[in-house]
């Protein structure tokens, strides 16, 4: 005889994790999820349709909620827990990938770049106002020649008087086309050095990447800068050297990890609940033991890439975390969300390819996280090199 069903569990319910989390971690995703529920999720599926998000709004609303910055101290900055912008990456990430970049690049990339490396006076100018999603941001490192390599970047800097004269070209960068402020980086005589470009110098364009089939949600650009001249004060006084961008590189990653198993978490919820609701050969999807073995599977890796994230960030706020460990993180879980988004897609048949649903548009998304930030390749070849003390990048 056949028992009558129980009450579900939610995936992440499994293994009790939210025990982990202290009171305000809890309070904080819990304002984030609400304010993306009602916010952005309503709109998000007609922005990745259209192409085009309402970047200046959007980055008020997420000045508003308090995520831009949201872990560094001061300047308008909320200084919470690594973790707990973990968790808000996370809800972030839940609706869109593209959103939660939005944020990472302007919190963990640029600001970042600003707060760590730059000047007093830097950092008034530009920080509070883009904690509120006054002023957007963006992080230029990555060259239409120079991606996994960023030292055979090409954008220079050259000394004239007192001011810099920059040229070059960065390709695939993110919020590009409608930031007042680009971090961009160029080799100098003395090394990579960090400057802050205002949209608008002469020299300086910014022209929107099209026909993306992934984060259509995102604003992707390049940066042009043909003869740039900029003061003695725009560049970064802190940073010298590419260790400058890889610290900062390192700072969006942590977000990743976390956020890259939002978009599973979604996934695998609308595939129980899909499940659940469809009817095949008489009986509901979700009574199959096909259907439990790929639902099982899925929310142990979810449950495990949690643990993981959980326990990189409590590391990071220790002020342990390295980058090697941050690299296991953002290969596990983006490529473990990956697979999550895929085998999700499988569960709902036709309906997974529309946009009704978001599984296929976050599997989509997932294949500019597996490649931004470092390749899934790239961070394999970091961790090999600390198994093997060998380095076999080239
Ligand atoms: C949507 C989107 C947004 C982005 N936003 C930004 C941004 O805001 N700022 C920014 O600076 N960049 C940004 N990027 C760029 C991103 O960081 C680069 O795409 C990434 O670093 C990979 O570089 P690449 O595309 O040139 O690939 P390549 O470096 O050319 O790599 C191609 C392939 O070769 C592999 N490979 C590379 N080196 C090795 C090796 N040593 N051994 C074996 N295999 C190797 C890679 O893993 C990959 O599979 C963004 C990219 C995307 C898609």
């Known amino acids: 005889m056949k028992s009558s069903p129980s009450t579900p569990t939610h995936p992440l319910a499994l293994l009790a994790l939210d025990g982990l989390l202290g009171d305000e971690e809890r309070e904080i995703r819990a304002t984030v999820r609400a304010a993306a529920d009602r916010e952005l999720r309503p709109h998000v599926a007609g922005w990745f349709e259209k192409g085009e998000i309402p970047a200046r709004e959007l980055a008020r609303t997420l000045g508003g909620l308090g995520v831009l910055g949201m872990h560094l101290e001061g300047y308008g900055c909320a200084g919470t827990s690594a973790v707990a912008y973990g968790l808000a990456c996370m809800e972030l990430e839940a609706v869109d990938s593209g959103l939660r970049s939005l944020v990472s690049v302007q919190g963990s990339l640029a600001m970042y770049a600003i707060w760590k490396h730059g000047s007093e006076e830097q950092k008034q100018r530009w920080l509070p106002k883009m904690a509120a999603g006054e002023y957007i941001g963006c992080f230029g490192l990555t060259e239409p020649d120079a991606g996994s390599d960023p030292g055979a970047m090409r954008t220079n800097a050259k000394r004239d008087g007192s001011d810099w004269i920059l040229n070059g070209t960065k390709m695939w960068i993110t919020n590009g086309s409608v930031a007042d402020v680009a971090v961009v980086w160029a080799r100098t005589e003395e090394g990579v050095r960090g400057f802050l470009v205002p949209a608008g110098t002469p020299g300086f364009s910014a022209p929107e990447i099209k026909m993306k089939l992934s984060l259509r949600a995102s604003v992707t650009a ?10 003695a004060d725009a560049v970064l006084p802190g940073a010298r050297g590419l260790s400058g961008p890889l610290g900062c590189l390192n700072e969006a990653r942590f977000g990743i990890v976390f956020g890259a198993l939002g978009a599973a978490r979604d996934c695998l919820e609308t595939a129980i609940s899909y499940a659940k609701d469809r009817t095949v050969f008489d009986r509901s999807l979700a009574s199959y033991q096909l259907t439990q073995q790929k639902l099982a599977d899925m929310a142990v890796e979810l449950g495990k890439g949690m643990l ?12 342990e975390l390295t980058p090697e460990q941050i690299s296991v993180g953002k290969l596990n879980n983006v490529r473990e969300a990956i697979a999550i988004a895929r085998e999700c897609r499988t569960l709902l048949g036709a309906n997974g390819i529309t946009l009704e649903y978001p599984v296929l548009r976050h599997a989509n998304n997932l294949e500019s996280v597996l490649t931004y930030e470092g390749t899934s390749e790239v961070h394999s070849l970091v961790i090999g090199k600390a198994l093997t003390g060998e380095q076999a990048f080239r």
Request: charge should be negative; proline fraction near 5%; charged fraction near 30%.
């Open 222 to 231: 390049e940066l042009v800068l043909d003869d740039v001249r900029l003061p």
């Open 308 to 319: 993981l994230a959980l326990h990189l960030g409590r590391l990071k706020d220790a002020g």
